[in-house]
């Protein structure tokens, strides 16, 4: 599996950012562009999702 890696990005303390949807963690596991490998690996833990530096970190 895929060890996930911190953004380049930091929220500063009191930075404010929109909150959107409280969704379960996800990510797509994918090593070639052959979608019949591709999976979509769901957590349990739910987080809050942010656009943040045109990406969607949970």
Do not use: W
């Not at 009191?14 to 979509?40: C, I, K, M, S, W």
């Amino acid at each position: 599996m895929q060890v996930p890696s911190p953004l380049s990005y930091k929220l500063i303390a009191g930075q404010r950012n929109v909150v959107g949807d409280r969704v379960p963690g996800e990510y797509l596991y994918a090593t070639t562009f052959d979608t019949a490998g591709h999976r979509v690996v769901r957590g349990e833990e739910r987080c809050y999702e942010i656009r943040f530096g045109r990406r969607r970190p949970l």
